[in-house]
């Protein structure tokens, strides 16, 4: 994928990835903290663009907010956005298909509670236990959904290329995926090498 370095450039379809503020922020990014993440401050957050004004991300419940909410977070660094090499028509529709099937859907509180003792574990062992609450959508599960659609429609449309550098969203659980683990895999298209294999 390739990092969009300009405002003006960010399209329907990129990927953010951001710190949040608070406690919860705070623990996650601690927990999920990665060393091969180029210089970049670990996120705790992930959303979609949706158009060019607006972005989908699960926040208390999943919605749709004003992409300018994010402007001074992008401008001063903390936004870092990525654009996945998917043309232009699979792109709306999977973001069609998040946005009909997960807009107002339940915040996975459950989910995030269950998953921190997870974070936690993986943190002291080094290994990835499955989150046995796996309730509501968090916001690293809805780009996960998001980028198995493009991959799905980029194999039916022909394009496996593409969808080599994508792969990696099936690769992962939705049950132990997290923003940092995304931003990891977005920088080297690919998983991380502790995961590969």
Request: proline share 5%.
């Amino acid at each position: 994928m390739q990092r969009v370095e300009r405002w003006q450039d960010i399209r329907p379809g990129d990927i953010g990835f951001l710190r949040g503020e608070g406690f919860l922020s705070d623990s996650i990014a601690h927990l999920t903290a990665r060393r091969d993440l180029m210089g970049l401050q670990t996120p705790s957050h992930s959303l979609l663009v949706l158009s060019r004004t607006q972005v989908i991300e699960a926040l208390e419940k999943t919605k749709v907010r004003p992409i300018e909410v994010y402007r001074t977070r992008f401008d001063a660094g903390d936004l870092v956005v990525f654009a996945p090499d998917v043309p232009k028509e699979i792109r709306r529709e999977a973001l069609h298909y998040i946005w009909t099937r997960y807009n107002h859907a339940a915040y996975g509180w459950g989910q995030i509670l269950a998953f921190l003792p997870v974070l936690f574990w993986r943190r002291l062992r080094g290994r990835d236990p499955v989150n046995l609450l796996p309730l509501g959508v968090i916001c690293s599960e809805l780009v996960l959904l998001y980028l198995r659609r493009c991959f799905d429609r980029l194999l039916a449309a022909g394009h496996s290329t593409r969808a080599d550098r994508l792969a990696w969203a099936y690769r992962l659980s939705r049950n132990t995926t997290d923003p940092a683990l995304q931003l990891s895999c977005c920088l080297r298209d690919g998983l991380p090498e502790s995961l590969a294999g």
